[in-house]
């Protein structure tokens, strides 16, 4: 992805619901979609932007950074002599968690394709967003699922349950939902921390030098 005559370091990007990545531009810039939005508190306004399928290069730094509108991922990606280019994702939106999951099976030292999803499903009607990650030609897969079992492996937090009052079976509450779906952000942020050592130099540049292993699970944590 080559992104040239700018003044800046680096391309911000980010990815929208659309399953687009999104680069700000300006109006005239060939190729830019001018986009309508407005804010959670009702502000409208428009910008130009330039949209793209996928980002590929060698990711060589990865950091949390807490903002006004909470906890955000960045990830830097270069190819080449190409400008880098920073994706920022929310961290509570689907795009990071799935980044995140895939995140522990890649080698920092090969090259990737990031290539963003978002659609309905036919069958289930519900929406499906994520990242697609390849590498060497083949797609990276969830390091905290296992899918032949269809299970929750290596630490990863175990779902509500449905319980039973009086023989009745009681539907999970959306306020257990949210509970677990916020433990299972911790827990990936806590993962990519450790095993990343984001925590403590926060460039992620290269894979851990200690072997992937279980994490503890939320309980564990205590």
Known sequence: ???????????FASILSDGRIHVNSVEGTE???????ETSDGVKGSKWELLYTELSGLIT????????FGKQLFITVQDGDDKPVV?????????????????FNLDLNKPVTLAP????????????KGITITQDGKKINNYFYD??????INGYPIA????????????ISKEEWKIWFAQCRVFLVDCM????????EGSGNTISVEPIKNYPSAEEEG
């Open 61 to 68: 730094k990865m950091k949390f950074v807490d903002g006004d």
């Open 31 to 37: 190729g830019a979609v001018k986009r309508d939005y």
């Open 160 to 171: 509500p349950e449905q319980k039973k009052k009086k023989g009745v079976v009681v539907p």
């Open 193 to 200: 921390n450790e095993h990343f050592k984001l925590d403590e």
């Open 117 to 128: 999803y978002s659609f309905e499903d036919e069958r289930t009607k519900k929406s499906k």
């Open 1 to 11: 992805m080559s992104l040239k005559n700018t003044r800046e370091e680096a391309t």
């Open 147 to 152: 899918t032949e079992k269809k299970e929750n």
């Open 87 to 103: 994706l920022t994702l929310n961290v509570s939106s689907n795009f990071a968690e799935d980044y995140m999951k895939k995140s």
